[in-house]
């Protein structure tokens, strides 16, 4: 991965994110620092097993955030990690005491920390790589259970084996532990650590793999329309996250000076979680920001339960504020916490604020305040795009596809050529959607075939037909809606510098063209109807695309949107050089911005031509209008646009 | 071949009440897409109510409907302080909702009640048993089944007969469609929270006669293994529930048999392997229930 090809803006992606970190970062130590100062040893221990926490719960984030998909297991890695360490670490004269029995010889090994650290990565990595690929297997995307089922899985095997396997770790009495006075001195190496990760973790959200990440993240379906393969990005979070984890396990035995298998289980992932969740754990900051919380709340909750109410000097002697206020308060403020913020603010406090992106927007906009950007001079600069496409044309073929009994496409077949705008109607239930969703890859043919030129795409994966040009936009909006809109058509740009090699159209000046400047900045879920069918096209547009399937453009737009779409239909396309097969059934959009037409009815082609001589056709008449023969399709088929 | 059919009979009975459990889990997740990960709680509460009926000196003719009364309650409850707020969420604010509502709980009965174990009798005839041949049969195994199949059949017939049933299985299978006809949402979720608590409180009565004890953390295990059987019959689906459970129990029953001595300690570990391979290569479950994503 070539590091500046990975960011989009050095400013943006790299600078401000290292800043940023670097201010985080700062915030823990030297308020970490000064709490330690004014409190003596305890706060000194409490304060050490926060920071190790943070870089537990950033190495959390680096794959919940950026994925969406949900780990119980993160927790079963460290226990990995932490074993591994341990095993590795501890000096053979106290091994040959507490595992005598140590396979491979391993009660021989004597290694340095950082050797120790360095190991218990590598062997962490590799059992990473492992759930990682089941994961990609299973399907994972953000909210799956399967996903939740196989990670808890490995927390409990994991948990299973330390308790079992007590020839290496010494099960569950006794543990491992150091020599007293043989761990963690000062906190330099927690200092370094923290900060590292935290600008990593900074850097890779704003790198091209952690944005394609995120863009599954928001919509699984519509990433891989995009090209984007979301295995990938996932496996990079997770062998990024697990890394991260593995370190701060090894720091975390190392500090406490012992390992036992209930170290790294249950009531640790509900730590974790419970700090990831309340900051929110779509951000670093968020992530950052919940360890501080849930760290305070703890310290508070145990000194209540423990000295009952004292408070500032306040303090509250009574009977009854004892019995309520007693040991497992912790617990219950756990439990609460998760509760709570999952029923009042279930994306945390922060939701994705980010603190650097935070400060980017305010320097930005107090220099364009200084210069302001007159719209004329980003806009159609750059629209036009130049990938090599042979002249090769759209060919579908005999496509047949059946849902259980119900034959939704019965030897469809159409050609587009490069540079045409064809128009596909049909009454609902004719099969248009299935005919747009089997050539993205999105559901497989019974029968059939086509290919893009040469190529030959029946059968692959969206991302590869993406990849190959073929570029659609979904009849019910599917953009990345956290992203805003310049990173939507952002991320499919990058997807073509990537994949589709020649010149692209410029991010800005689609944008521009989408009439979206003003809200480039929002994010897509605040946009309007009109304005979001806009930034889709835009957006497949950034794919320098071949072919454009636009699937219902129109739907739900008035006449003048219509017409309106017409323009900027024809106008990218042409800006980028895409054959256009677009599918509606409103015939007054569909003649206005079509060469040609094919129309479908249950399944099969029954015409095709000019609209001129679509319209004349006594069968189209016949199945589309139904003037003579009356409402027939719709009781039959229903909306079977799936 | 005595040895399968004494483990087959011993798996039937262990997962007669993994059954239950996952039932009621699925029942849950049909209407409302709810992991309820508190499901153990209405196990952990029923144990001290059993516990606190039997130092009144009760026997288990009193304990047994108690439990299930305080079950159903305790799962409407649950619904009313906690799941109402999140219906519709995303399906892992709900989860993780639930897994909340188990930290508290549990908490709960660690400050205010005891964080030790709390003992009671388990009726004498548990452990009596009689031979069919070679085979050994426990009369407990053989009531847990013959108690399940039961309680099985009426839930069938709850569904499959009554309005109340047609509105859950139609709610079930598209939840918006079902109101749009009129079923009114309220009333399935809380039904449906209720026969999970009926089916929870008779696994229950079942898994507190053999444990004959209870902790704050009791209902952890039987949770954990109702979640697993609803999971690997493909959530959603009543039947993969009970077919789940059953299968769960015979896996159980039979590695911890045959599973060389070495690392027959490793029974739950093997399982989970398993079900992890499971969701690997078939991430809806045993049975699953196609939701086909509207593009």
């Keep these: 991965m070539k590091l500046p090809g990975s960011f989009a803006d050095m400013r943006r992606d790299v600078a401000f994110p290292m800043t940023g970190a670097a201010l985080l970062a700062a915030v823990l130590i030297i308020g970490g620092a000064a709490y330690s100062a004014a409190g003596g040893a305890t706060a000194d221990k409490l304060v050490t097993a926060m920071l190790i926490d943070a870089i537990m719960v950033v190495g959390l984030q680096i794959y919940i955030g950026n994925t969406g998909v949900f780990s119980f297991g993160h927790i079963g890695f460290a226990a990995v990690a932490g074993y591994a360490f341990a095993v590795l670490a501890i000096e053979p004269a106290r091994k040959s005491t507490v595992i005598r029995n140590a396979p491979w010889g391993l009660n021989e090994v004597h290694l340095t920390p950082v050797q120790a650290t360095a190991v218990a990565v590598l062997v962490t990595l590799a059992a990473a790589v492992v759930v990682g690929w089941g994961l990609a297997r299973s399907g994972a995307k953000s909210g799956s259970v399967s996903a939740a089922v196989i990670t808890l899985a490995l927390l409990f095997v994991t948990h299973e084996l330390a308790l079992n396997w007590t020839d290496l770790t010494g099960g569950d009495r006794a543990g491992l532990s150091f020599r007293i006075g043989n761990t963690l001195e000062g906190r330099t190496a927690i200092y370094v650590v923290l900060v590292a990760v935290i600008v990593v973790a900074r850097l890779f959200a704003q790198s091209r793999i952690g944005r394609l990440a995120q863009a599954a993240r928001e919509d699984n379906l519509a990433a891989r329309a995009m090209g984007v393969n979301p295995v990938a990005g996932q496996m990079a979070a997770l062998l990024l996250s697990v890394l991260v984890v593995a370190v701060a396990a090894s720091l975390r035995v190392y500090d406490i000076g012992n390992i036992t298998p209930k170290f790294f289980f249950f009531d640790y992932t509900l730590l974790t979680l419970v700090m990831l969740i309340v900051g929110g754990r779509n951000s670093v900051t968020g992530a950052l920001s919940g360890v501080v919380i849930i760290t305070a709340g703890r310290e508070l909750t145990r000194r209540f339960a423990s000295d009952g109410f004292e408070f500032f000097g306040a303090s509250l002697d009574a009977p009854v504020v004892d019995w309520l206020l007693r040991e497992g308060l912790t617990q219950i403020f756990l439990g609460a916490a998760m509760l709570g913020f999952m029923i009042l603010r279930a994306n945390g406090l922060l939701g994705d604020w980010e603190l650097d992106a935070w400060l980017w927007r305010r320097w930005r906009r107090r220099k364009s305040e200084e210069r302001p950007e007159p719209l004329a001079e980003v806009a159609p600069v750059g629209l036009h795009a130049e990938v090599d496409h042979e002249g090769a044309a759209l060919e579908v073929h005999d496509l047949a596809v059946d849902f259980g009994g119900f034959r939704a496409l019965d030897g469809a077949g159409l050609t587009v050529a490069p540079d045409e705008v064809v128009g596909l109607i049909g009454p609902n239930g004719a099969g248009k959607t299935t005919l747009v969703n089997v050539i993205t890859g999105i559901v497989a043919p019974t029968t059939g075939w086509f290919r893009v030129g040469e190529r030959e795409l029946t059968g692959a994966p969206s991302h590869d037909i993406a990849r190959a040009g073929l570029v659609r936009t979904f009849q019910n909006l599917r953009l990345f809606e956290a992203l805003t809109v310049r990173k939507n058509v952002e991320l499919a740009s990058r997807v073509a510098a990537q994949h589709r090699p020649g010149s692209h159209p410029a991010v800005d000046a689609l944008v521009a063209e989408a009439g979206l400047w003003d809200v480039r900045d929002r994010r897509a879920r605040e946009l309007d109807y009109g304005s979001a069918r806009r930034l889709e096209l835009a957006r497949a547009a950034a794919m320098a695309p071949a072919f454009l399937l636009l699937d219902e453009p129109t739907s739900g737009m008035s006449d003048a949107e219509s017409d309106e779409m017409i323009r900027t239909v024809r106008h990218m396309a042409a800006a980028v050089d895409a054959g256009v097969l677009v599918i509606d059934h409103d015939l007054n959009f569909i003649t206005g911005i079509s060469d040609r037409i094919y129309v479908l009815d249950q399944g099969q082609v029954i015409s095709v031509g000019t609209p001129d001589e679509v319209q004349a056709d006594p069968a189209v008449q016949a199945a589309y209008l139904g003037a003579e023969t009356g409402n027939r399709h719709e009781a039959q088929a229903g909306d079977g646009d799936v | ?295």
């Design chain 2, 1 to 295: 071949m005595t040895e399968l059919a004494q483990n087959v009979i011993d798996g039937l009975g262990r997962g007669s009440i993994y059954a239950l459990l996952a039932l009621g889990i699925a029942v849950i997740f049909g209407v409302m897409h709810l992991l309820n990960f508190a499901h153990g709680e209405l196990i952990t509460v029923s144990g001290y109510v059993a516990y606190w009926v039997f130092s009144a000196g009760l026997s288990w003719y009193w304990i047994a409907p108690l439990v299930v009364l305080v079950s159903v309650g305790t799962a409407l409850a649950i619904e009313q302080i906690a799941f109402r707020w999140v219906r519709g969420a995303a399906d892992f604010t709900m989860l993780l909702t639930s897994f909340g509502v188990h930290f508290v709980v549990q908490a709960l009965f660690f400050m205010y009640v005891s964080a030790s174990v709390r003992n009671f009798d388990r009726p004498r005839w548990i452990t009596n048993t009689f031979d069919i041949g070679p085979v050994t049969i426990e009369v407990f195994d053989v009531v847990v089944i013959v108690v399940t199949a039961l309680t099985l059949a009426a839930t069938a017939a709850v569904l499959q007969r009554t309005m109340f049933g047609l509105s859950l299985r139609a709610a079930a299978e598209d939840f918006d469609a079902a109101r749009l006809m009129g079923v009114k949402s309220d009333r399935v979720i809380r039904g449906a929270f209720a026969l999970s608590g009926v089916l929870a409180g008779i696994a229950a009565i079942f898994w507190l006669m053999r444990a004959g004890q209870t902790t704050p953390s009791a209902g952890i295990t039987p949770m954990l293994k109702g979640v697993l059987a609803a999971l690997i019959g493909g959530l959603g689906s009543l039947r993969g529930a009970v077919l789940g459970g059953l299968v769960l129990g015979l896996a159980e029953v039979l590695l911890r048999s045959r599973l060389p001595d070495g690392i027959a300690g490793l029974t739950d570990g093997v399982v989970f392997v398993l079900i992890a391979l499971l969701f690997i290569f078939r991430p809806g479950g045993l049975i699953t229930v196609s939701r086909a994503e509207r593009v």
